[in-house]
């Protein structure tokens, strides 16, 4: 058995000092400390961050510009501020983009109360109507097909979360990014419905999808 060595280092984080791995990923470190970061497309297991939201900006001592949390590990020392005026700017200018092209119904949404857009609202101090940005929606077709979920693609905020599980984690392969710009979407090999898409209806991709896009037919 080889034995893998790891050190503790010491960091600070909003004035609270915590302990972390050395080379540990700085948002997992913060979250693991009950200290919350914004954040929709960070996935524990992926080996490579996706840093695709760009919600998860902090400020770091010696650093002269925000940095996002995902993609930077942790060294002995570091003190960082997730409550800066310029990290909070980024996100919520990220967010603000974000909620641009979202649909906000959350009145008729089974994820309401359980959607990480309503967290990151609440956090930023962003209403989820914002007219910062002009809104402009797909009306995308919603698919029904599957006998276990419903996918609506104009809830999807490409966190990708959904295409790691199903690629990478299960191996199916089913689900994948398709088009570019504006068109960009989670969708099937030739945009065919889920059910006949090869899919094994196991559910996986709906219990990571922070928002509602995927939902279980039994909650609705």
Not at 162 to 175: A, F, R, S, T, Y
Not at 210 to 215: R, S, T
Request: charged content about 25%; proline content about 5%; hydrophobic content about 40%.
């Amino acid at each position: 058995m080889v034995l893998v060595k790891t050190k503790s280092v010491s960091l600070t984080i909003n004035g609270k000092e915590i302990r972390a791995i050395e080379g540990e990923n700085l948002l997992w470190a913060a979250l693991d400390n009950g200290i919350y970061i914004p954040n929709l497309c960070a996935i524990r297991e992926r080996s490579e961050p996706f840093a695709s939201c760009r919600l998860c900006f902090v400020e770091i001592k010696g650093r002269t510009k925000p940095v996002t949390a995902c993609t930077v590990p942790v060294e002995e020392g570091m003190v960082v501020n997730t409550k800066g005026s310029k990290a909070l700017n980024l996100a919520r200018t990220s967010f603000e983009l974000l909620l641009s092209s979202l649909p906000v119904d959350c009145a008729h949404c089974p994820k309401s109360g359980r959607c990480e857009v309503q967290k990151i609202a609440k956090y930023l101090g962003v209403k989820l109507n914002t007219k910062r940005f002009t809104k402009i929606l797909r009306d995308l077709p919603v698919d029904s097909s599957s006998p276990v979920f419903i996918y609506d693609p104009n809830k999807c905020v490409l966190c990708g979360k959904c295409v790691w599980v199903c690629q990478e984690k299960l191996g199916l392969g089913v689900i994948d990014f398709g088009y570019r710009g504006f068109r960009r979407m989670v969708t099937t090999f030739g945009n065919v419905p889920i059910a006949e898409s090869g899919c094994q209806d196991c559910g996986e991709c709906v219990k990571v999808c922070p928002v509602g896009a995927l939902v279980f037919k039994e909650a609705n």
